[in-house]
């Protein structure tokens, strides 16, 4: 008796490339919907939140559509979420745009900021430090390039686990002009800087991978 395929919606508040993520998830064979449904956002195995754009313009609307209600819940009963890109940034306590400070969902401490670097926005294929013993890049090696396009970023991983029987989150660093978040695996919460949907193979193991730890 095959296993029915993971139910993972793609949180549609209008930014992001859902339909890429959509066919991605599809091709790695979870049963996928691009929906801003607060109950069928709750209800499926995988909560996928893409995002694009400025970091203000994006918590914006995911506020507009709840968005923000629905990571906390879902986080709250340990239901999975994954973010990309400017979903990701926004999943730390602040952006910084052109001076002005934007509020995140605050589920990490941290400031996204701008990328200083020779060349920006940071555009195309680099490699990444993974975490020890990393489930999100199980089966992918050191020499492996993943798709960035952003021109902000989260600089310093800032939350200290003081308690030793709690799990420390995995943290995953690139580099373009300076160090930077790459990804974070932290219980429920997944998040990549770079985008996994236009990442070839690579990013197809690496959805595979967060697909199986639902």
């Not at 008796?1 to 949180?11: I, L, W």
């Not at 064979?29 to 994006?58: K, Q, S």
């Not at 300076?178 to 197809?204: C, I, M, Y």
Request: charged letters at 20%; one cysteine or more; aromatic letters at 10%.
């Amino acid at each position: 008796m095959s296993t029915p395929a993971k139910k993972v919606v793609v949180f549609d508040y209008g930014f992001g490339n859902v339909r890429s993520a959509e066919r991605a998830l599809a091709h790695v064979g979870a049963d996928v919907e691009i929906t801003g449904d607060y109950d069928r956002a709750m209800n499926a195995d995988g909560l996928l939140v893409p995002g694009v754009g400025a970091f203000a313009a994006c918590m914006q609307g995911l506020r507009a559509a709840r968005g923000d209600w629905v990571v906390g819940r879902r986080l709250s009963g340990g239901r999975p979420v994954m973010g990309i890109c400017v979903g990701m940034q926004i999943l730390f306590s602040r952006g910084i745009e052109h001076g002005e400070e934007t509020e995140g969902l605050d589920e990490w401490p941290g400031t996204v900021g701008p990328l200083k670097a020779d060349v920006v926005p940071h555009m195309g294929w680099n490699t990444v430090e993974a975490a020890q013993d990393s489930r999100l890049f199980a089966g992918l090696d050191a020499a492996t390039r993943y798709y960035f396009v952003h021109s902000y970023a989260v600089h310093d991983w800032e939350l200290e686990i003081g308690n030793p029987n709690i799990r420390a989150p995995k943290v995953t660093w690139a580099t373009h002009g300076e160090r930077f978040v790459a990804a974070v695996e932290n219980g429920p919460l997944w998040a990549t800087q770079f985008h996994p949907e236009k990442s070839g193979d690579a990013g197809a193991q690496l959805l595979t991978n967060w697909l199986d730890s639902l």
